[in-house]
């Protein structure tokens, strides 16, 4: 009977083994965290530890090749974490509140829109930041806003968040809360199909930085969001979040995700 020991690098057997898992693992690591990030439709990593960032959800700098050429020639300067609207103080919620006073015509008087454009009453300062920098950026297209946040300064704009960020949010008297059973894809997405669970992102317990609340805003805004997500019309999202989340929606999930979304 043999006495070598079975967990030892004097057997062969145990050798070969530990050198088959250690290869297993080291491609799949490759894989994963190298070639997948690389070969993704945004294959403009410049780095290793780039693309291991990003295939661990990390965000990373804007990426412009593949976009519109107005928005590579306008990349975003925003970097998003915990404590991006900490900078110069944050911002003054008396001075937004002068300042939103040429917002009330799209917005309403206290940042709750009847019309199609987005409520800003009750979002996170660091979303409606962000989306102020981008528009006078130019890196999130629009021909009504970017003319009007062009002469806003940096404090301006935190000035803003911090304001629209401290109303309270207003339901709109003609859209009673919706009694139906929240979908599926908001609950747990759909895995199948690589649709991450709404849920996850924007919920209230779960609302990351810069990240919107989706509630209550205009079923016809958040289609139209939607769709330029998933077509590339719009592109301000980190590391491809929402572009991914929603490349393979189809129109009618679309619809349902923003009725439910406007009716809450």
């Known amino acids: 009977m043999s006495t070598e020991k079975t967990f030892s690098f004097r057997n062969r057997w145990f050798t070969v083994s530990v050198g088959v898992l250690a290869g297993i693992a080291l491609l799949a690591a490759l894989v994963g965290f190298v ?8 294959a403009t990593m410049a780095s290793l530890w780039e693309a291991i960032c990003s295939a661990a959800g990390a965000p990373a700098p804007f990426q412009g090749a593949g976009l519109p050429a107005e928005q590579q020639r306008f990349p975003t300067s925003v970097i998003v974490n915990a404590g991006m609207m ?12 002068t300042l939103a006073m040429a917002c009330t015509m799209c917005h309403g008087a206290r940042g709750t829109s009847p019309a199609g454009t987005p409520h800003l009453a009750g979002q996170p300062a660091s979303s409606t930041y962000k989306q102020l920098r981008d528009f006078a950026s130019g890196h ?27 109303l309270e949010r207003e339901r709109i008297a003609d ?13 747990n997405g759909d895995p199948m199909r690589s649709i991450g669970a709404c849920s996850s992102c ?16 205009s079923e016809t805004y958040l289609r139209d969001q939607l769709h330029a997500f998933r077509d590339g019309r719009r592109a301000n999202d980190i590391n491809r979040q929402m572009r991914n989340a929603v490349r ?14 406007a009716a809450r």
């Open 35 to 42: 070639w997948l990030p690389k070969a993704h439709a945004r």
């Open 86 to 97: 900490d900078l110069n103080g944050g911002g003054s919620v008396g001075k937004g509140a």
């Open 140 to 166: 999130r297209p629009s021909a009504i806003m970017r003319p009007l946040v062009m002469e806003l300064s940096d404090q301006d704009m935190r000035d803003l968040a911090a304001y629209y960020a401290s």
């Open 175 to 187: 859209i009673a809360p919706s009694a139906h059973e929240t979908p599926r894809l908001v609950r």
């Open 202 to 217: 924007h919920s209230p317990h779960a609302l990351r930085p810069a990240t919107p609340v989706l509630e209550g805003i």
């Open 248 to 261: 393979n929606l189809s129109d009618a999930e679309i619809a349902a995700l923003a009725k439910y979304y």
